[in-house]
């Protein structure tokens, strides 16, 4: 049997997490946005900084999803803005390698950075 991937969430002030658990990803989603260093999670597996998902939060409460393909360099955005949960349901599935994490919503390419 394969080992399974480390997987590694951080926060914006730079705490970092293996491995995290679902109820660790809640506490950490949470937290996202509500002071003026705390805007993002960022996660990714150990073996492949270059492939990861970003969850921010809009100043209305809401969460967007943001992840990069690292085998190709591309960007892709979930449009719209999502629920704590909806956001939270995203997150736990691709740190538990869950399918199909990216079918939980439509994904389109990220615009270009201004």
Known sequence: MADARTMVVQNEPG???????GGLLWVLLESV?????????LMFA???PQTYLIASRTEDGAFLLQMQDGETGSEFVRPGELSFEEAHEVLVRYAFGRTPWRDLGDWADAPPAA
């Open 15 to 21: 705490e970092s997490h293996e491995n995290p658990s």
């Open 33 to 41: 946005g509500t002071k003026p260093d705390d805007r993002y999670l």
């Open 46 to 48: 150990a073996d492949d």
